[in-house]
């Protein structure tokens, strides 16, 4: 009998219908003999509304408070799907974040799970019942209610299937698995079967919004298998594990890219130990995330250092390094804030020359010019103008032969 | 420096206008030095909308379930409240009952409170914090969340004013107070500064809704004094206590009705003991409730049996009572679902005598005929037609100059 955790989010429990939905499969998989722990979502747009009437008495809702109120969404739905489930014959029960006790730190709206305590669970299951706990929420030491921040609910899901041991973590959502590249751009694209932790998060964090970051890194930490696939449809989804043999067998994984993206520049600073954390620091400090970082060999004791921003931080980004830049003597600050990021994922490229060399030569031949190229052992990431974005990512997909059954 | 607990209601936190409102006020209160718990319940039509939820669900949710869901809806209430706290310099912190810990039994739905542990709230309150608790709910020993059922919030503001020894408890809502009878059927109806916990009592069971009986008598057993005042206007309002000696001056507090009476009788029935319970067994056993019961003397070895139920259970009452008038051989069941209940409610009745029949004369004078009559130690209650009800609320209203002040 296998322990599995399913993690529906909050378009597959919009409403009542869909929960309804959500209880017929878990009925259906309860009856094939699994042991089953459902993690749950806000029905879709309860988390927005309850923003919205934060925002309609304070621009900025003490964080402890917001946690209080948001997550009541999760609570909502727990409770309706076990009615759905009790409605089929199927013994279920809820369990609030502070009911499992779902330890975190006290970080309120981005806490950090520290803890779970599977007792009650553990001997909810042993009694056959259907266990159904509401996604995204904690509680601290001292008994406040916390939120893991948005899409928390997948970590909620792989945390639990860690402490569980479970034999699968399956992330229910609104596409039926992961793609080789976005269809809307390359409509051959074609959905994986199987795929690596490493590579899973090398897509995620280019923009295939399939998986939260944070959730992946955890499955990776404790080798939970984890599936992605469809609420609505019926199929085998994409499975992401630990890397193994039959992987090795292709080169490349998958095309992604992100849209989002700004370019900022520093010419001509310094070249001495420091410069880096004097450019980055004041960046830091508020509060902008940055992507690649690129600084090249100097020359005549100086250096340009380039560094990517999310395309909404552009502005503040080249305020602050405009006087970062005099104080640190630049010769130029520069900026661009048209530019992509398309990049290459797959593990095997680790033991495959010449992927790099192959892919500036697609580039080449499409006429595209690369501003940044910056790799990891398992990524190619080019930044290029945006216009060209389109041409670039079916250019490498077809190269790299995608299309084909793996 | 007074503790007070106030209580807000579902319309006085109906929407986040009506919440800043309330912030405004506790603000206030604050700063002319109270310390304050705050206990609300969820915005008006909240628990209506889970209700709906649930019922797209099923039709029978389950109970454990249900409390789930509902006190999502406080919660909400507390997080939002403590933002235009907040906002308005007030240090506020919410909590939920589990969180207080409020421990109820495990009745869900209509669970009651066992024991309120204060270091938490002593905690917060001695750092000059306002507390704003979640109302309606609980935990049993099992930290299951439990609700004590609609109105419950009044019982919670209670329960916390004992345990926290609170000189006050306020409970805010859309009337400015008690009434010496409904205003609208007598417009010279006068507000009263003062009452006593069992005249409370008794004009609430009568259909004066401005209180839970529970609550009432929740603050009679641990003598918390009580105040109920309007959300949205200045004033007194009409304190609640244990009876003292002004109080002794009035005679009558108030007349008190109930339109949605109805009436059952068995005539005939052997007069023997087990005969109350054999007529009364099986309405019980059905689920309703019974208000007045009355027997008479019996003559030539039978005897009749009366009571009144609320309207909607008539039907099912006189059903119930055909049959077991059958297996009791009584001569004849009746009914009549067009009558109403009247009585006149005042601690001073006690030591006066006189005040029934001076009740019975002016009814009488109005050509009003009397079917029932029942007495307790501060009460009379007569059941009358129903067309007859403003009639003799205004006569005995005015007879017992009710609108001169106290």
Redesign the interface.
């Known amino acids: 009998m296998a322990l599995v955790v399913h993690k529906y989010g909050g378009t597959s429990v919009a409403n009542?219908?869909r929960?309804?939905a959500i209880a017929d499969k878990v009925s259906l998989a309860r009856q094939a003999g699994d042991s089953i722990v459902v993690v749950v979502s806000a029905m879709s747009g309860e988390t927005n509304r309850?923003i919205g009437?934060?925002r309609?008495?304070?621009e900025r809702?003490?964080p402890?408070?917001?946690d209080?109120?948001l997550?009541?969404g999760e609570?909502?739905t727990?409770?309706?799907l076990?009615?759905?489930l009790?409605?089929r014959g199927v013994a279920a029960?809820?369990y609030?974040g502070?009911?499992v006790r779902i330890l975190t730190d006290a970080m309120h709206n981005k806490a950090r799970i520290m803890d779970i305590d599977t007792a009650r669970l553990d001997a909810e299951l042993n009694s056959g019942k259907v266990v159904v706990v509401a996604g995204f929420q904690g509680v601290d030491r001292d008994?406040?209610?916390t939120t893991l921040g948005r899409g928390g609910s997948d970590t909620t899901a792989v945390a639990l299937a860690a402490a569980l041991k479970a034999d699968e973590c399956r992330i229910y959502t609104d596409v039926d698995g992961v793609y080789t590249t976005d269809p809307r751009v390359v409509p051959g694209a074609r959905r994986m079967k199987q795929l690596s932790y490493e590579e899973m998060l090398e897509m995620a964090s280019l923009g295939a919004k399939v998986l939260q970051i944070r959730s992946v890194e955890f499955a990776s930490k404790y080798n939970v298998p984890l599936r992605v696939l469809s609420s609505f449809e019926d199929g085998e989804g994409t499975l992401i594990t630990r890397e193994d043999e039959s992987m090795e067998q292709a080169l490349i994984s998958g095309v992604a890219f992100n849209r989002d993206e700004a370019q900022v520049t520093v010419q001509g600073v310094p070249d001495q130990p420091g410069i880096a954390f004097g450019i980055l620091g004041p960046v830091a400090d508020a509060g902008i995330e940055v992507d690649m970082i690129i600084q090249n060999v100097g020359a005549d004791g100086s250096t340009d250092f380039t560094f990517t921003v999310h395309r909404d931080d552009y502005g503040r980004a080249m305020e602050i390094l405009r006087s970062t830049g005099d104080k640190l003597g630049a010769r130029e600050v520069s900026g661009n804030d048209t530019i992509v990021k398309v990049s290459l994922v797959g593990v095997g490229m680790r033991s495959h020359a010449g992927i790099a060399s192959k892919t500036f030569g697609v580039l080449a031949k499409e006429g595209i010019n690369i501003h940044m190229i910056s790799t990891s052992e398992i990524k190619i990431s080019v930044v290029i103008d945006e216009k060209y974005l389109e041409l670039a990512v079916r250019a490498l997909h077809k190269e790299f032969e995608l299309e084909q059954a793996a």
């Open positions: 009542t219908e929960i309804c309850l009437l934060a309609e008495i304070t809702p003490n402890r408070e917001l209080v109120l997550s009541t609570q909502s727990i409770a309706l076990c009615m759905a009790e409605k029960r809820s609030t502070g009911q008994g406040n209610i």
